[in-house]
């Protein structure tokens, strides 16, 4: 038989399922105002298959013991500068460049027994003394 049509092993089958898996390389972490909710930005290096470098941002919503996150950005080589908020259910986001390939500017979060609705919007950063 071919060595590449050998059957997988126990053992390379969880070698396989472990490194597919990948924990981010960078998490940081945005707090609200308000107690229980949170952003996180997730970034991966070297990962992708086609742009090695992404990004995930999440918003967290923590009630009644229970916790939920949803995904607000992704992209490649974004760099999330810094979260402002607003006002408690509204925020702004600043990146550095990149691509986005997912962006939602109205997210609701079940969680606990009820629902909380988020409004996020999308800055690009400039740096000090640049105007558009």
Same mark, same amino acid.
């Given at each position: 038989?071919?060595?590449?049509?050998?059957?997988?092993?126990?053992?390379?089958?969880?070698?396989?399922?472990?490194?597919?898996?990948?924990?981010?390389?960078?998490?940081?972490?945005?707090?609200?105002?308000?107690?229980?909710?949170?952003?996180?930005?997730?970034?991966?290096?070297?990962?992708?298959?086609?742009?090695?470098?992404?990004?995930?941002?999440?918003?967290?919503?923590? =009630?009644?013991?229970?916790?939920?996150? #949803?995904?607000?950005? /992704?992209? %490649?080589?974004?760099?999330?500068?810094?979260? &402002?908020?607003?006002?408690?259910k509204e925020n702004r986001i600043y990146i550095d460049?990149?691509?986005?390939?997912?962006? =939602?500017?109205?997210?609701?979060?079940? #969680?606990?027994?009820? /629902?909380? %609705?988020?409004?996020?919007?999308?800055?690009? &950063?400039?740096?000090?003394?640049?105007s558009k």
């Open positions: 038989m071919h060595a590449l049509l050998k059957p997988i092993t126990p053992c390379l089958l969880a070698i396989m399922i472990a490194c597919s898996k990948s924990n981010p390389d960078q998490v940081k972490r945005f707090n609200s105002p308000n107690g229980g909710i949170f952003y996180t930005v997730e970034t991966y290096y070297g990962h992708g298959a086609i742009d090695n470098d992404y990004t995930r941002v999440y918003l967290h919503l923590e =009630r009644k013991g229970r916790s939920e996150k #949803v995904v607000v950005l /992704s992209g %490649t080589y974004v760099n999330v500068k810094r979260i &402002d908020w607003l006002n408690p460049g990149g691509f986005t390939d997912t962006f =939602r500017n109205q997210v609701t979060i079940f #969680v606990g027994g009820g /629902s909380e %609705t988020f409004h996020a919007y999308l800055q690009e &950063d400039q740096p000090a003394g640049q």
